[in-house]
């Protein structure tokens, strides 16, 4: 596939794949999960991942006008109170993973922007770092991750050179990348994020426990290797 973070192609590397969203709070909480899991895993180096896009609401607006908690009421159709419950549970999640969510104070914005951010980042095999660029930005800093501003410094940040990362944003070869993602999304039956794909074999659905990544690595991992004896 195009677009891989990894673009050294001389070491065979099973590839995992990611849908997310950047405003998806169990997203970020899964690439800790993840990560807890690859640390464990022996093979890690032989082990890649590409991010993909996802828009858990493509007609967010472009520039913030409700507190995150009143578009949570009404988008989800939940009262005040429960969307706080909501908010205080993941809050507590996140913790459990070391991340510190500020989810009252979140810039609520459409993430299209943000994704042609990742999307070029991958070719400069910037993917994951992009990601979590993003996610940091988003829950833990508050920043609106729909400004072009705002993203062409986290972008710079993170090593990406900026007249070329603001020739992106102009670029609708990114959008449109970002687009392809959720097409192929919905073709294999994704519903939600963050959906991991292994090997195009298995996925794991959701924030789950990093025993559960592991595992299913372990699995993977081993079938992948059997079935490519060039890899050993």
Same mark, same amino acid.
């Given at each position: 596939?195009?677009?891989?973070?990894?673009?050294?192609?001389?070491?065979?590397?099973?590839? $995992?794949?990611?849908? @997310?969203?950047?405003?998806?709070?169990?997203?970020? $909480? =899964?690439?800790?999960?993840?990560?807890?899991?690859?640390?464990?895993?022996?093979?890690?180096?032989?082990?890649? *991942?590409?991010?993909? @896009?996802?828009?858990?609401?493509?007609?967010?607006?472009?520039? +913030?006008?409700?507190?995150?908690?009143?578009?949570?009421?009404?988008?989800?159709?939940? %009262?005040?109170?429960?969307?706080? #419950?909501?908010?205080?549970?993941?809050?507590?999640?996140?913790?459990?993973?070391?991340?510190?969510?500020?989810?009252? !104070?979140?810039?609520?914005?459409? %993430?299209?922007?943000?994704?042609?951010?990742?999307?070029?980042?991958?070719?400069?095999?910037? =993917?994951?770092?992009?990601? &979590? @660029?993003?996610?940091?930005?988003?829950? $833990?800093? !508050?920043?609106?991750? +729909?400004?072009?501003?705002?993203?062409?410094?986290? =972008?710079? #940040?993170?090593?990406?050179?900026?007249?070329?990362?603001?020739?992106?944003? !102009?670029?609708?070869?990114?959008?449109?990348?970002?687009?392809?993602? *959720?097409?192929? +999304?919905?073709?294999?039956?994704?519903?939600?994020?963050?959906?991991?794909?292994? !090997?195009?074999?298995? +996925?794991? %659905?959701?924030?789950?426990?990093?025993?559960?990544?592991?595992?299913?690595?372990?699995?993977?991992?081993?079938?992948?290797?059997?079935?490519?004896? &060039?890899?050993?």
């Amino acid at each position: 596939m195009e677009n891989t973070q990894n673009l050294n192609t001389s070491t065979p590397k099973m590839k $995992i794949e990611v849908w @997310s969203d950047i405003m998806c709070p169990f997203c970020y $909480i =899964g690439k800790r999960q993840y990560e807890t899991a690859l640390n464990k895993f022996a093979n890690s180096k032989q082990v890649e *991942i590409e991010w993909k @896009s996802f828009q858990l609401d493509p007609s967010a607006p472009e520039v +913030a006008s409700e507190s995150h908690v009143d578009y949570l009421v009404k988008r989800k159709g939940m %009262s005040a109170e429960k969307v706080h #419950e909501m908010l205080a549970s993941v809050t507590e999640y996140a913790k459990q993973v070391g991340l510190e969510y500020d989810l009252y !104070n979140t810039v609520t914005v459409n %993430s299209m922007k943000a994704h042609q951010l990742i999307q070029f980042a991958k070719t400069k095999g910037l =993917g994951d770092q992009a990601e &979590e @660029s993003l996610f940091r930005a988003f829950f $833990i800093e !508050n920043k609106n991750v +729909a400004d072009l501003t705002t993203l062409t410094q986290l =972008g710079k #940040e993170i090593g990406l050179d900026e007249t070329e990362l603001q020739a992106a944003f !102009n670029d609708d070869k990114y959008a449109y990348l970002v687009k392809q993602d *959720i097409q192929e +999304a919905q073709q294999i039956g994704v519903t939600g994020v963050p959906f991991f794909v292994f !090997n195009r074999k298995y +996925a794991i %659905s959701g924030a789950q426990p990093a025993e559960v990544f592991l595992e299913t690595l372990e699995k993977t991992f081993a079938e992948w290797q059997k079935d490519s004896p &060039e890899t050993n």
